[in-house]
């Protein structure tokens, strides 16, 4: 019995590594090849073939062909501290927390006064890094492995490509709407336009989506849209490029 143990534990410890070492693999070569694919898409594309709503778009554009307004607006709106950060922003994380709880505690708090319940807006605290890194390879399970699996991938990420490779393969890949991801798919979609040509309101816009992009594709005129993306003007002038 205890030898059969020793052994199950044995290859469970060779499957991980052997896992993480396809996954260092598969990371080394995006340094100079760009991903065909990513997890989170192959499973948009069975997700919408089993619905026979099939659609598709992804045009990959390289990082010059991408509007620089483009680039601040993403971190202005997804990670303001891209250029400094070694992957993981600790602090981002903590501010997160804190407003999940204090959410949290009001809607409590409101369903005792017996209230009208409003969902509770929980709020992330990702990078881009981390966000790629989830999309590129892992499942969309929330699990603590998982987490954990996605912070030893984004290490990973930080060590093996630089910033501007990582923002280049998360512009190219992020998804717009249903069945558009990448930049020059979401800028033709909406704007009828290249990425290249995109100015900085229509920037703005893009990258406010990004959290729900399917709500907000539904939503074109949303007022927290056009408010946001204003914010989000305003805040792409100290954004930091790679």
């Known amino acids: ?26 990371i080394a070569l995006m340094a100079v090849v760009d991903p065909q694919s990513t997890a989170f898409q192959r499973s948009e594309f069975w997700r919408l073939a089993a619905d026979g709503r099939l659609r598709w778009r992804q045009d990959w554009r390289g ?8 680039k601040r607006a993403v971190i202005a709106s997804e990670d303001d501290d891209f250029v400094n ?17 204090k959410a949290e505690a009001a809607a409590v708090q409101r369903q005792a006064q017996n209230q009208l319940a409003r969902p509770v807006k929980i ?13 590129l390879l892992l499942s969309g399970e929330r699990t603590l492995l998982r987490k954990g699996q ?10 093996l490509l630089d910033k501007r490779r990582i923002l280049e393969i998360y512009l190219n890949s992020v ?12 800028a033709q979609h909406y704007f009828k336009k290249s990425a290249a040509q995109l100015n900085a309101w229509e920037s703005a816009r893009l990258a406010v989506m990004l959290p729900r992009p399917r709500y907000f594709e539904k939503l074109p005129r949303s007022p927290y ?18």
């Open 1 to 26: 019995m205890i030898a059969a143990l020793r052994r199950w534990l044995i290859f469970t410890v060779l499957a991980l590594l052997a896992l993480q070492a396809f996954f260092v693999g598969r």
């Open 63 to 70: 990082y010059d062909r991408i509007s620089d307004h483009l």
């Open 85 to 101: 950060h070694e992957g993981v922003d600790w602090a981002a994380i903590e501010k997160a927390w804190e407003r999940n709880a």
């Open 123 to 135: 709020r992330g605290g990702s990078t881009i890094t981390q966000q790629l890194a989830k999309n």
């Open 150 to 159: 996605e912070l030893a991938l984004t290490y990973a990420l930080e060590t």
């Open 175 to 186: 998804e717009w709407g249903e069945g558009v991801f990448g930049a020059e798919a979401a």
């Open 225 to 242: 849209l056009d408010h946001r993306a204003g914010v989000i003007v305003q805040r792409m002038r100290s954004a930091e490029l790679p």
